[in-house]
């Protein structure tokens, strides 16, 4: 089945481009289309498309709330946000990832870049360019713990592979990357990835990464 997309960009002519791109791959479908937040709101609660690509700075309603409306508890179902950013360093993005993104790409990124992310996204798995995450976290780095603070208790409820694995998450490692680093299967990789996010309640491997800054136990140009 293809991935139903909606488009979500208050500039016309950008959403006409994304959907010439996306349109012409066999497995992919653009089901709609919305210029602000708000209406983005009203297209997934009609259309249930499988993956928003959200522009943040919109009228009415930033990406950045309508982030979250979507991809919060009372959701109707599984929706996945891929933020659009035209600035790899974008104030909103941390925003947009804390709120539920599962991950992001800069608008002048290649067509084959857009199409793979929205594959990625709709899989389930999470956007998480590593040379970009550790710019934009490095550039957080006075606002994110100074690694003298007692960690999160919920820290303590993970074992010691599964504190490496949250580790070599947050530097953008993929499961396959994960397993090569620890001399384990990607099987067993992915296994650790779910007690992970189970255990500290979160929604996937996005989340987990800021959740690792943020809780100091990893430093922004650290490994």
């Not at 993956?51 to 919060?72: F, H, N, S």
């Not at 590593?130 to 074992?159: M, N």
């Not at 592979?161 to 680093?181: F, W």
């Amino acid at each position: 089945m293809a991935i139903r997309v909606l488009l979500v960009d208050d500039q016309p002519l950008l959403r006409t481009g994304f959907r010439m791109i996306l349109e012409a791959e066999p497995d992919v479908a653009v089901v709609g289309e919305a210029g602000d937040g708000v209406q983005a709101l009203d297209q997934v609660r009609a259309l249930q498309p499988d993956v928003v690509l959200m522009d943040i700075r919109m009228p009415r309603m930033d990406g950045v709330e309508a982030t979250r409306q979507i991809t919060g508890p009372e959701r109707d179902g599984p929706v996945k946000v891929l933020v659009l950013t035209t600035f790899d360093l974008d104030e909103y993005v941390v925003e947009a990832l804390r709120a539920g993104a599962s991950g992001f790409l800069l608008k002048d990124a290649p067509a084959h870049e857009l199409v793979q992310a929205i594959r990625v996204v709709a899989s389930g798995e999470a956007m998480l360019a590593p040379s970009v995450t550790r710019r934009l976290l490095d550039k957080y780095a006075g606002h994110l713990p100074s690694g003298e603070e007692q960690p999160p208790s919920t820290l303590q409820t993970l074992t010691e592979r599964e504190v490496e694995v949250l580790k070599l998450v947050a530097r953008g490692l993929s499961n396959a990357e994960i397993a090569a680093d620890l001399f384990v299967s990607e099987t067993t990789v992915k296994t650790h990835v779910g007690h992970v996010l189970t255990k500290l309640g979160l929604r996937d491997r996005v989340q987990a990464a800021v959740f690792a800054y943020e809780s100091g136990l990893v430093r922004p140009g650290g490994q």
